[in-house]
């Protein structure tokens, strides 16, 4: 049974968003998350029930590429319109429910897009009162950012024009009766200098959401949800000693008690001295139960002969699953052979959308992370992801709330492959130690000039090529080290972090110095995208 966390019964105020391919869609996302209230993005073709589950209490419709004129382009399910909440369109989300109801769209090759001044003449609920400038007696005026070529010329019935530009003449349309809006430009995005007034005005007094999206009622929300989901059941958590699924192991503590155990797995793959430390954290601040399992030979085994960076997930995936279902057999035993249903993850929601089995929209699989593409298709547990939905920022400060170490919190993500997605090609004990030992440097010096915190990440990667180099007069013919720091918010985009060359310098020579196994060391100069940010 191999299940996605199901949306429980007990829900926060949420709103629904149908992306239509905007490029901007995502940042609808983040601008109503940001006022408090909880969303989630979904393709605008869904079925149909799962509209109706997700429990709106308001829908967005998003800008899209297509012309509503063309032929087959997307079209709002009416199931949309059934719900009975408000529901804004937004540019080609607007056109498409002008066209819905009767009015008119003029198509157009020609595009307007950038800066625009809106003038408001009309009244809604939607735009009274917000006004970037106003003078007494004149239209008040809206500072907007437009990008499209169609544009409503007729409103449907019902509805009022609120606002025009020179050459658009219904920017804004409103029909207060059935809380229907349009706005032909992109509030969502910060050139609309309104725009978050806008979205906080529709998601909390249109749809009357409560501003609850707060770290403190994530919290609380999750843990009940949590209860409910669980019950009496017994909990295995994957925990690595990140900070995803340390915040998975703070909620789980507080939701269900002692019928959570952790599972931390040393799969050979982790950083210098990291199985002691995690232990160490662990023990002294958590209060929760933790079981180490030494997996090395049994990950390196399996990974034995493998060079393909997806094969190599997939493997790990698989080598992960069957540790934990081995642990769950011993944490039955224990608890009176009481079977244990549930595998908790620190699942997050790039890790989702990386992988392609969001439900978030059409996405390519970039790579398989090996909690989620790497899953055996018979995956004996029902999995509990309570963060799968939450960015790392979010997941940050849900953890702070928690009461979790600094420490714990602030430090860098480190992919569940581990080294095994940092050594290139084929991975051996012999390149894991010297990859480790070079990681070890690199983080020190990072720490000492005070860079690690202004990075996201940072780690060294393994290169399979050999290089010469000269030392106390003699040939050194030996490996390739590769330095690699980004700077992110949200690591689906990323920029490598310009570090300055005399910590690169230290870096390399203490690298080159206490390896002998290094011959040479270079720096990442890549951004994401084109590039990523782990190198397999
Ligand atoms: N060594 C490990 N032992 C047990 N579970 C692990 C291990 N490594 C990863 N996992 C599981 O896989 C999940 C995803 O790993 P990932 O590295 O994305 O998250 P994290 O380690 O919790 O946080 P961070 O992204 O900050 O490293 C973890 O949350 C955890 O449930
Ligand atoms: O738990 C994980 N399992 C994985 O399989 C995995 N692959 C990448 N990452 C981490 O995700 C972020 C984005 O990485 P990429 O730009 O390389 O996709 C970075 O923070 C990566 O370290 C992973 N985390
Ligand atoms: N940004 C948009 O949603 C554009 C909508 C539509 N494609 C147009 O050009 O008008
Ligand atoms: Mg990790």
Known sequence: MT????????????????????????????????????????????????????????????????????????????????????????????????????????????????????EVNGHSQLTDGIEDSKTDGAAAKLNVWMSHGDKVIEVPEGFDIIANTPSCPIAIMANDDKQYYG????????????????????VHQICECAGEWTPDNIADMRIAQLKEQIGDKQVLLGLSGGVDSSVVAALLHKAIGDQLTCVFVDNGLLRLHEGDQVMQIFAENMGVKVIRVNAEDLFLNALAGQSDPEAKRKIIGKTFIDVFAESARQVSEQSDGKVVEFLA????????????????????????????????????????EPLRDLFKDEVRKLGITLGLPPKMINRHPFPGPGLGVRILGEVTKEYADILRQADAIFMEELERSGWYDKTAQAFAVFQPIKSVGVVGDGRRYAWVIALRAVETVDFMTARFAHLPYDLIETVSNRIMNEIAEVSRVTYDVSSKPPATIEWE
């Open 3 to 118: 299940t996605a966390a199901a949306t429980p019964a007990i829900k926060e105020d949420r709103i629904l968003i149908l992306d239509f391919g905007s490029q901007y869609s995502q940042l609808i996302a983040r601008r109503v998350r940001d006022s408090g209230v909880f969303c989630e993005m979904f393709p605008y073709d869904i079925d149909t029930q799962r509209i109706i589950d997700f429990g709106a209490k308001g829908v967005i419709l998003s800008g899209g590429p297509e012309s509503v004129h063309a032929e087959n382009s997307p079209r709002i399910n009416d199931a949309v319109f059934d719900l009975g909440v408000p529901v804004l369109g937004i540019c080609y989300g607007m056109q498409a429910m002008a066209e819905r109801f009767g009015g008119q769209v003029h198509a157009s090759d020609i595009h307007e897009f950038g800066a625009a001044t809106i």
């Open 183 to 202: 706005l032909q430009f992109h509030p969502e995005v910060t050139h609309t200098l309104q725009g978050q007034a806008l979205l906080g005005r529709f």
């Open 345 to 384: 993850q620190g699942t997050i929601y790039p890790d989702v959308i990386e992988s392609a089995k969001s439900h978030q929209g059409k996405a390519h699989v970039i790579k398989s992370h090996h909690n989620v593409g790497g899953l055996p298709d018979d995956l004996a547990f029902e999995l509990v």
